[in-house]
Structures are given as C-alpha cells and as structure tokens.
C-alpha cells in the first residue's frame, strides 16, 4: 500500500509542479467562481418583479388607484393611454382598464379588467402574474370598501353607490391615500425543509462550476499524462519495478482522485475567501453544507479518476485525450446539471443524464446545499458514483495495459 501512495503522490506533485497547469487548476475555476457570483449578485433571494404593462382607457382616479395598487404587488407597471396602445407592440402579458371603469365601479356594475398573455410567454411568469393581480383586485376592492364605509353621505346615493360628478378632489385623494397604504397583512411562502425548489443563483452556479471543473481537470490532466505515459513505455518501465500492474493502476487511480480532490480544495477555499471578502456580492459559503457535502465530492472524485483509467485505455495518444476530454468533460456537465439546474430540462435530456457522474454528483451537492436535507440523504448519490466507479475501472484496468 505504501508503494501505492507513493506512485499516486508522486504523479500529484508532478502535475502540480508543471507551471502550464496552473491556469486550468487555480486561475480559470477561480475566474469561473468570480463570473457567476458577479452574475449572480442580488439574484435569487428577492422577490421577482413581473413586468406588467396596463392600458388606462378610463383614465379617472379609480383606474389610476388600481395602477397604484398593482405597483404595490410588485409590477413593473408602465402605464399606456388609449391611443399610445394602438402604436405600441406589447411583450408577453398586458392588462387593459376598460372605458368608464371608475363610473361602473362607483355604480356597483361589474368592470372586466382583461388580462393578456402571449403563447411564448414564461408560464411561472403568468402564473405569478395572474396571482398577483388577484391579490391586488382584492386589495383594491378592500380599500374601496373601506373608502365608502367613511365618505360623506352627501356623494353617495340612496343605494350607497356613489356619482363620479359629486365627488370632490378631497374624497379622491382619500382613496388614493388608503391604496398608499402599506398592507397590514403580510403573506410569507416558504419551501418546506423536504421540499425540492429548482436551484438558483450561486447555489446552482458554485456547485456546478466545482463539478465541471474537477471533471475537466482529471479527464484533460489525468488522461493526457496517462496516454504519454503509455506511449513512452512509461508504464511498462514501472511494471519492472517490484510493483504490480494492478498496483500500478491502483496508483495512478489514487493519483487522479488526489487531483480531484486538490481541484476541490482549490474551489472551495476560493469562494470562501470572495464570500469572506464580501466581494462581487457572493452570498454563497460552503461551511454550512461541508461535513455533508464532503462525501458526496470524496465519491465523486474516486469515480471521475476512474473515468480516467477508462478513457486513457481507450485513447492512443496525448493529443486524442486532450480534445476528447474537452469534449466529454463539457458534455457530462452540461447534461449533469452542471451549467443549469436539472429541473429545467427536457424530461429526455434528464433520462440521458443519469448515466453521467456528474448529475448524481449534482444531486448530492443539491440534497444538502439546496433542498436542506442531511448527508444521509445523500447515500443513493454515493452508492451510485462509487458504483459507476467500480465499473469504469473494471473496464478501464483491461484497457489500460500497464505491460
């Protein structure tokens, strides 16, 4: 066993003593790590603005109270006259205010506010859009009840409605102060501690940044010095030593999974550090999540190195190791889930995913950083990784001939 660790730290110190290496294994994840905080930054723990152009075809203080309202359930309102909407091409949803609004209101007869919404449009985007404007019809007829139960009998009929001409600008400034008003009841939602919502923000982005990039540099790294090797006869000069070839294949697999793992220390002491820094506005720390997240990344560096053996068995020459693992390395990440969650894609592309380590290490990271569940959770993910590991080494060491 000792000879083994000595094969598997000496290839670690060789790859990283080679200067070349440290772009890929510090500078570039690094610079990664940095580009989605930025991205990211303020993103994902506000409330969503839904954008929500109205059409004011009434044009009295009701209509314009029921604006008021809407920019109080969070719209971006921007605010179009009749004749402005004839030439103005709106985007995915709008609301119309029909004519005499106010005067239908005010008379106690029904006035249909038409909501639209195009074929394209984001489905959760109108979904919320529909409940918030809901909520503010309700707010709004609150207030307006509210607004009557206190106005001067003399601007309400013997039905209690009231006649838009007797009113006065003090009684409209009324209404308009009670739709000002802050809400008294606040409606906080929360997902349950067992719930599943989609990751977002630098809880997708830091996770998926660490996978891609530990897969990339084991594959690219690993596989490439594996290939020189076996074209050198490098290999066959270690099988001559007192080790044997099954040695050989367990040092250079525990080689590529300490590389693994140095590309996984790198990542997370560097966005620890841009949090602590405050910098880019990463809100996103991995000391909560360590202790159950850290044998998810122990399992999934073991089974990426081998990944590695198998690929390098396959592959013939340091050059077809470098671009194939370019490719293969963003392709698992990107169907892993790595790039976006996995909850977002097509239910086929899901399917394909599951044959690649990178989701099952996207799932572990997420039971524990995203869904708040504990590392015991996470022992399907591990179970499988590890299983895929064996595997990809059961293949992989009758591929990778050492002599």
């Given at each position: 066993m000792r000879s083994v660790w000595h094969v598997a730290v000496q290839d670690l110190r060789l790859h990283l003593a080679d200067r070349s290496n440290i772009f890929f294994l510090v500078l570039m994840p690094l610079g990664f790590v940095v580009f989605f905080a930025f991205v990211n930054s303020g993103g994902g723990s506000g409330t969503t603005r839904v954008s929500l152009p109205v059409v004011d075809r009434d044009g009295e203080f009701l209509s314009q109270a029921f604006v008021e309202q809407l920019r109080g359930e969070n719209f971006d309102v921007p605010v179009f006259s009749a004749a402005a909407a004839e030439t103005t091409t709106f985007g995915t949803r709008?609301?119309?205010?029909?004519?005499?609004?106010?005067?239908?209101?005010?008379?106690?007869?029904?006035?249909?506010?038409?909501?639209?919404?195009?074929?394209?449009s984001d489905a959760s985007y109108d979904l919320a859009g529909q409940a918030r404007l809901h909520l503010a019809q309700v707010r709004f007829l609150g207030n307006l009840v509210r607004w009557a139960a206190d106005a001067d009998s003399t601007v309400l009929g013997p039905d209690g409605t009231a006649d838009l001409a007797r009113l006065d600008p003090a009684e409209k400034g009324r209404f308009l102060a009670l739709v000002a008003e802050p809400s008294r009841v606040e409606v906080t939602t929360e997902t349950a501690g067992t719930g599943r919502p989609v990751p977002s923000g630098t809880q997708q982005s830091v996770p998926g940044v660490l996978v891609m990039f530990v897969i990339m540099t084991v594959l690219i790294g690993g596989s490439e010095a594996l290939?020189?090797?076996?074209?050198?006869?490098?290999?066959?000069?270690?099988?001559?030593?007192?080790?044997?070839?099954?040695?050989?294949?367990?040092?250079?697999?525990?080689?590529?999974?300490?590389?693994?793992?140095?590309?996984?220390?790198?990542?997370?002491?560097?966005?620890?550090?841009?949090?602590?820094?405050?910098?880019?506005?990463?809100?996103?720390?991995?000391?909560?999540?360590?202790?159950?997240?850290?044998p998810v990344l122990i399992a999934y560096c073991v089974c990426v190195a081998a990944l590695g053996i198998l690929l390098s068995g396959l592959l013939r020459t340091p050059q077809q190791a470098e671009s194939l693992a370019w490719m293969f390395g963003l392709f698992m990440s990107a169907l892993g889930g790595a790039w976006w969650p996995l909850e977002?894609?097509?239910?086929?592309?899901?399917?394909?995913?599951?044959?690649?380590?990178?989701?099952?290490?996207?799932q572990g990271l997420h039971t524990v950083i995203t869904y708040g569940q504990g590392a015991l959770q996470t022992a399907l993910p591990i179970v499988v990784l590890l299983g895929m590991g064996v595997v990809f080494w059961a293949v992989g060491s009758r591929t990778l001939r050492v002599v």
């Open positions: 709008s609301v119309t205010v029909p004519d005499s609004f106010t005067a239908h209101v005010l008379a106690g007869r029904k006035a249909d506010v038409e909501l639209r919404a195009r074929a394209r290939t020189r090797e076996k074209q050198q006869g490098t290999l066959r000069r270690l099988a001559t030593t007192p080790l044997s070839a099954s040695q050989v294949l367990m040092g250079k697999t525990l080689g590529l999974t300490l590389l693994g793992l140095a590309q996984t220390v790198i990542l997370v002491v560097a966005t620890e550090a841009v949090a602590a820094a405050g910098l880019f506005g990463m809100d996103f720390r991995w000391g909560p999540h360590l202790l159950g997240v850290a977002i894609m097509p239910e086929p592309m899901r399917m394909i995913g599951q044959v690649f380590p990178t989701t099952w290490a996207m």
